[in-house]
């Protein structure tokens, strides 16, 4: 009898935790983002000055997409992805809300970004996104020991073979296809000329992976690899380049000569985001000069906030400069947005070339 | 009274088949549905079988998976090899003290997460790490030697991170042998071999067949170990999914190859059964 009744009160138990229902108070702003985004300094400031809390969660742009598709655009409030994966997941999954443009002090913004990003994240007349942070990537060098490195597939060359590391994402195919020449953006709307192309690219990589010491997955594998000289040439972010700059002189970020790719990271809404205000009131904050030039120290990317620039920090600017000469400056290829189901194309290759011996 | 103890029994497995239904039956239902989706426009979607066809006719992804699996295979012989005489020295050999003592052994290293060991791993067996500083200071090498990123060193991370897993269940069935008997095989003139293989193996057999079920089905599923150690080579089945799942958006593909992951690994773990002549129910004996 006594022992039917603990089993009843421990299955009730049970059931109870198992019940108990999460509750959310509606000026929590759950904000999506990249490391170093939302630095604790500005977090703290935003907090004090609006009443707003912010929880934050770092992540990349395709487990963004994947976490809001998994959710049909809930649980996060406001999320930060690039602006080229915008209105493909939005045509296709439609995870996000339009974004209403009157409620951002648009005199905040450097003006070009402001109207370039919308243009290229206008699905069915709505504007989904506004720019945040912009930088690129390219190659990251120890111009010591890897100096025959310009572009690309000049990390196919046999003096650095065994000491190159890259992504085996998007960014290293359509890297690679322009320095071999092609132009896959003007290919994105023709699938079968960007198969072909990619086709192309495949062939490269797979006769190039003999080179690899490993394709790294985060930017902490990479700084590794590169700190400890067992890689000397890499594809990578400008950002991590001049991380590395300040420990060791000789590493630094080159433009490769067929030009960086350009990237912007937005503020766009999740289609079941509940704290809109908050998410505008944030926006509105960190695009303040002030604030924007804390996040740059942080991230170590430039923002889109106009004047910002004054506030960045004299290293930056100079490694920034010394990374691109005017020229280099016209020559970044900004990505346009990708259209639904590249992806698929994309993926096929990567998978080979990881497959291949 | 009876109906007492009825209710009692209901409600103590309310908690497992809530679980059940709830995390574990519903969510593969919905994925198997996911799976027979074809994508045939944006946000358009048709019924088909187009994403089995895509694995059965893709020899890429059947080589991938028959890698993982071959590997996950000499994986579990391996840490059987390693665990079964670790485990007979604690359940017959040591005593007391120093039984529980080896047993913490086998513990500890599960103290801390599986992200934090294949780390200590990638320290040890990386170009500028621990072994290959040695072996430069012994003089056993003129140069660096990198040890990581091959399917030696997935090996090595496999049978570490699952040794535990095998130790567990020989030791509890090899404590339950009695040692008059082996003394009588002994007796009655008993080689050290025949009666490894007269008694011990065949009472240490459910035990056996158990630890290597679990082995293999954690080594098909790992992902973490796989994919740091193993590097550009990596390939692993696991790692597919999350790639279809997570960087292709093609969730219609990737949870074709889970229900197929699946569908493969319990038709291998029945074929062993058959072969070695086991039966589950003799294992959960």
Known sequence: MKTSTTRFTLSALSLAIMGLAQS??????????????????????FEAETGHTVEVTKSNNEEMIAKLRATGGGGFDLAQPSQDRIAGPQMEFGIYKPIDVSKLDQSLFIPSMLSATMANTTVDGAVYGVPHVWGTSGLVLNTAMAGSVKDYTDLCNDDVAGKVSYRLKRPTLIGFAFAMGMDPFAAYGDEAAYTEMMGKVEEKLISCKANVKAYWGGGDELMGLMRSGEAVASMAWDTGGWKLNADNPDITFVAPASGALGWIDTFVLPAKGKADDAAYAWINFVMQPKIAAMITEAAGNFTASKGADEFASADLKARYQASFPPEAVDNIKWYPPVPAGLEAIEGGVLDRVKAAN | MRAEAKLGFILLLTPLLLWLTLLIFIPHVDMFLVSLRERVGVGKHDTSLANYRTFLTEPLYLWTFLRTAVMSVVATAI??????????????IAKGRLQSALFLLCLIPFYVSELVRTFGWMILLRETGLVSNLLLWAGLADQPVEMLYNDAAIMVGLVYTSMLFMVVPLVTTLESLDDSVIEAGYDLGGTGFSVLREIVIPHAAPGIVSGCIVVFMLSLGNYLTPTMLGGKDSLWFTELIYSQFIVRFNWELGAAFGFMLLFLSSLIVWGMLKITGQTLEKTMG
């Open chain 1, 24 to 45: 959310g108070s509606a000026d929590t702003l759950r904000l999506l983002t990249w490391g170093g985004y939302a630095p604790e300094n500005v977090i703290d400031m």
């Open chain 2, 79 to 92: 840490t059987l090899i390693i665990a079964f005489p670790v485990s007979y020295y604690i359940a017959k």
